[in-house]
């Protein structure tokens, strides 16, 4: 019988030419970042709050003080608040390779440690970012010795000019949903949301907030659409789903925040940042309210992270899954392939 412990000689042997190509992808991406004038700095990835998003698990321990006394703390599920502080500080373009840790994430696209490549750009429009990411999967596709991106027997071509369309569009289009019209302003209105999704065959729990039907709608009906062929750039997210990000200045319904699809698979998450502190704590607070109403728990605040939006210049900021990229590339079955030690 064959070994499938992948520190067992004849694994690693299997797996080391997708790991090698690995390290190259992550140093051309590094060469086209220094090209850019960027910084890359190392986040602690230790913090007194994990985020603030309802559906996002964090790692929690509790560090011990010279006194014996212990404090809450948890791993990160992202670098952003970090980030965004050094900002503050007069930072303008930054970059980190960190790892994160999201519990309740385990499968072939989810581990519950990954490799999160986020960068900022003061002073520039939210697009521009689709523009790196454009660049940076064209880079690590060369590096990897390959043209095509690939996730079971989907392809995408890399190399090809990227699809740019907005949720409201997306959702009318595969799931025949007008969402705008199930928001008022930046409220959500369930029930406008709810009527549309069961017209339209999508099941319907009675305690589903809007939020949890959006999610539904956009993973079963919108999301296995979105990056075959080329690379989409799914675009102005309505802002009851965009807590971190600015409003459109043309519709307060929509926020700059956009995701980046290929072959079916989210490879990266970006926004015109939000940097008003009372705005931001108001929707931190509300998104804590839902998790206290789904999962009985909530995490507390990040007050130096509040205090540093007062600084923050305008900035732009993306979140990319480079472990998602290194399987897209490589062709590999999921994410355990790809990273040099798996989570046990």
Known sequence: ??????????RHADRRPILLARNRMQAAIRAFLAGEDFVEVDPAALAVSPGNEAHLHAFATDAIGNDGLGRRMYLHTSP???????????????HAFAHVWRNRERGPKHSPEFTMLE???VGEDYAVLMEDVAEMVRLACRAAGTDVLRYNDITCDPFAPFERVSVAEAFRRHAGIDLLATLNGAAAVRPALAAQASAAGIRIAEDDSWSDIFSRILSERVEPHLGHGR???????????AALARACTDDPREAERFEVYAC????ANGFGELTDSAEQRRRFEAEMDEKQRVYGER???DEDFLAALALMPEASGIALG??????????A???DAVVWTPVG
């Open 1 to 10: 019988m064959t070994d499938s412990r992948w520190w067992s000689p004849s």
């Open 80 to 94: 952003e608040f970090a980030m965004k502080k050094l900002l503050a500080a007069g930072e303008k373009r930054i």
């Open 119 to 121: 960068w900022y750009r």
């Open 231 to 241: 690379i989409t750039v799914l675009d102005r997210y309505p802002a009851a789903e």
């Open 264 to 267: 079916g698979v989210e490879l």
């Open 299 to 301: 995490y507390p605040l």
């Open 322 to 331: 480079f472990d998602r990229l290194v399987m897209l590339a490589t062709a």
């Open 333 to 335: 079955p999921g994410i």
